[in-house]
């Protein structure tokens, strides 16, 4: 459009332009020509907008080795052809409108299907309550007070500060055993576990247990791409079945003890002592993945279980569903024996997490604010809990929900008649987005289940949601 810029400036240099010479004098035409080509060439493809700055001719002329006469030359032909324009004492900058020259053919973009009225889906945090203003205080006191030599590289463990900040925070909410030494600064969980399967394959693990069901899109895949067996471990009311674990003969377990992802459930103190016992027994790894533990409404805390035994277990915790994830911000509490193995695969993936976002939650966590931005968003997500449970208890009452005291999802188990596929096809065509349990196990058998992550949505848009789900169910029922 018209007035549009781009990033180049009249301090450009040749580089800049990309401008190659061909100076054998005996086949080549003459040197202001080819310059001229060479940006007539880049204003077409559009590689030149209109209103871009070019060098100034004498800059050009060094840049490219050529007498400033040659460039004048240039620019000159082209401010006669209509492609540039240059007043005298200003820029000389491209006067063709986009739609002047020839444009590359248009790829048509892919149609998009209609946005849902209302979208249950899991995992959108409320992002628009991050809280701004404490971050960047954080942000500031950070330019202003780090030494210089935090900002070069560090190791792939990443920085002390945060190291113990985590520690502190975690040790005192989360009932850990962290030792800021044992601390390992990652990306959030996918690349958390991704760097624990790299370590457990290349030290001859073989086999991976996983919750069935449990995410399809982060430790099973990146197992079965790291050429381990992954095997699914059935679920009950109260979390993973230890007996069938103790007979899977995996080399580790993934767990979420404390909230179990997606059905809810608490594992038992009895149950967290045998899973360690055979962790021991057969010197295998827990790891612990502790997604949003910190959202409890009815029930007193659950401690991780790292702090049973923190030489067998690793403590996975994000940022991700307590601040925003487009931080990418995550922490792995690593076995003393793993740490040195871990660290060096994190520094193989990508160098290390970026300094300032690690510097910046440390001071966010000492200040308190972290502990202040979670008791502010409790009553919030607790209000949208409240009020799925108060309409399926209204509209769907034939459903049964569970793993509601904690978290930012809710699922409800339908009863036999009902089909999972048909019920989330029938609630798409009326503008409602959800998913199944279905798709997140491994043994396909299984009750039929919906899964309402509710933290994005307002009160008004849950009760309007899930009454335009019981028109759903009934569109299933009539068939």
């Not at 054998?24 to 080819?34: F, G, I, K, N, S």
């Amino acid at each position: 459009m018209p007035g549009t810029r781009t990033n180049l400036t009249n301090s450009s240099t040749a580089e800049d332009l990309l401008i190659e010479l061909d100076r054998d004098r005996t086949r080549a035409e003459p040197l202001h020509r080819q310059i001229a080509a060479s940006i007539r060439e880049s204003v077409r493809a559009g590689r030149l907008r209109h209103g871009a700055s070019l060098p100034p001719s004498r800059t050009l002329a060094t840049g490219l080795g050529v007498s400033r006469g040659v460039v004048v030359e240039a620019y000159q032909q082209l401010t006669a052809e209509g492609y540039l324009t240059s007043r005298a004492g200003g820029y000389t900058q491209v006067a063709l409108e986009p739609d002047a020259a020839p444009a590359p053919p248009a790829t048509p973009a892919p149609e998009r299907a209609a946005a849902p009225a209302v979208d249950f889906g899991y995992g959108h945090t409320d992002v628009s309550t991050f809280p701004r203003a404490a971050w960047l205080r954080s942000v500031r006191t950070v330019f202003t007070a780090t030494p210089n030599e935090r900002f070069a590289y560090l190791d792939g463990r990443g920085v002390p500060e945060l190291h113990q900040a985590l520690a502190d925070y975690l040790n005192r909410v989360r009932g850990t055993s962290a030792e800021p030494r044992h601390t390992v600064v990652c990306s959030g969980f996918g690349q958390g576990v991704s760097l624990l399967i790299q370590v457990l394959a290349a030290r001859g693990a073989r086999r991976l247990a996983v919750e069935d069901p449990s995410p399809d899109d982060d430790a099973r895949p990146l197992a079965g791409a790291a050429g381990l067996d992954v095997v699914g471990i059935p679920v009950g009311p109260d979390g993973i079945r230890v007996a069938e674990l103790e007979r899977s003969d995996a080399d580790a377990v993934v767990l979420t003890p404390s909230h179990q992802w997606p059905t809810g459930g608490v594992l038992s103190a009895a149950a967290r002592a045998r899973v360690i016992a055979w962790a021991k027994r057969r010197g295998a790894l827990v790891i612990e993945d502790d997604y949003d533990a910190e959202y409890r409404y009815d029930r007193a805390p659950v401690g991780a279980i790292q702090g049973l035994a923190p030489d067998h277990v690793v403590y996975c915790g994000t940022a991700s569903k307590t601040l925003v994830p487009g931080l990418r911000l995550g922490w792995l509490l690593v076995p003393p024996h793993l740490v040195a193995d871990v660290a060096q695969a994190k520094l193989l993936a990508d160098r290390g997490s970026g300094v300032i976002d690690q510097l910046t939650f440390a001071d966010f966590l000492g200040r308190g604010e972290f502990d202040r931005h979670l008791r502010r968003m409790r009553p919030v997500y607790r209000r949208r809990r409240d009020a799925l449970l108060t309409a399926l208890d209204t509209h769907l009452p034939e459903l049964t929900p569970t793993g509601v005291a904690a978290g930012q999802h809710v699922v409800a188990w339908l009863p036999p008649e009902l089909d999972e596929a048909a019920v989330v096809a029938a609630a798409a065509r009326r503008g409602v987005a959800l998913r199944g349990v279905a798709r997140y196990r491994l043994d396909p058998a299984g009750p039929g289940g919906l899964i309402f992550g509710y933290a994005t949505l307002t009160e008004r848009a849950i009760a309007g949601g899930v009454a335009t789900l019981a028109r759903a169910v009934a569109d299933v029922r009539a068939v």
